[in-house]
């Protein structure tokens, strides 16, 4: 089976500080990894995705797999960066997505 | 439009009432995927599918949950019976199948706060 886990159910940071949204899985196979995110009042949207290997918004996420982790980082935290971020993980196939419970981010002035 | 319709976007029903939810995905996606997002928890997976057919319909709960995509565009999921436990937002995405481009991106819908009292 397939898991997602997101330790963190609210991160609390200051604008200018570097943030780290924490993500592990549990899967037996080679996943395909992604964090989507939710703004206040906006759809659940995709932010960036492992195998591009982009940075998005100043974010950027590293796949380790002897960790089983794909940990969400942004050197400066800004204030439009508050929303709830999840973690997400795609299994063999054509499945839907495995989401975390999600990580309330608040970013503080 | 543009992107993922949902409609309603909110519905409020009695316990053991027959509810229908529609999704209008974004033109040319064939993949369509329902799922459900309980207060505080994160979407869990329904139903995907793939053109007419469910490819995947292990998320589904129980058989008081059944989607229907007649025409490979629009899908409605219906809930038979419902309790006071199905209460949650349910979510539609689309993606454009690309073969061999493994990982694909979900457009999701804004949802439908179903609510049974």
């Known amino acids: 089976a397939q898991r997602v886990t997101q330790p963190e159910k609210l991160l609390s940071v200051f604008k200018g500080a570097p943030v780290e949204l924490k993500c592990n899985y549990s899967?037996?196979?080679?996943?395909?990894l992604f964090w989507y995110v939710q703004y206040s009042r906006q759809r659940l949207q995709l932010l960036l995705r492992h195998i591009s290997r982009e940075s998005i918004k100043g974010f950027t996420a590293d796949l380790n797999k002897g960790e089983t982790s794909f940990h969400l980082k942004k050197p400066f935290a800004q204030e439009e960066d508050s929303a709830m971020y999840y973690c997400a993980l795609q299994g063999g196939g054509a499945d839907g997505l495995t989401f975390g419970k999600g990580t309330h981010l608040i970013i503080q002035p | 439009g543009a992107g993922v319709s949902q409609t309603p976007s909110n519905k409020v029903t009695e316990k053991g009432k027959y509810v229908e939810l529609r999704c209008d995905p974004i033109?040319?996606?064939?993949?369509l995927y329902w799922y459900r997002q309980s207060l505080g928890q994160g979407p869990e997976f329904l139903i995907y599918f793939q053109g007419t057919g469910a490819a995947d319909d292990s998320g589904l709960p129980n058989d008081r949950f059944f989607a229907v995509r007649p025409e490979g565009s629009v899908s409605t999921l219906k809930i038979q019976r419902t309790e006071r436990g199905d209460s949650a937002v349910y979510l539609c995405?689309?993606?454009?199948?690309?073969?061999?481009?493994?990982?694909?991106?979900?457009?999701f819908g804004e949802g439908s706060r179903l609510t049974v009292l």
């Open positions: 995405a689309s993606s454009l199948i690309s073969v061999g481009q493994g990982a694909r991106e979900l457009f």
């Open positions: 899967y037996s196979g080679s996943p395909e």
């Open positions: 033109s040319g996606h064939t993949a």
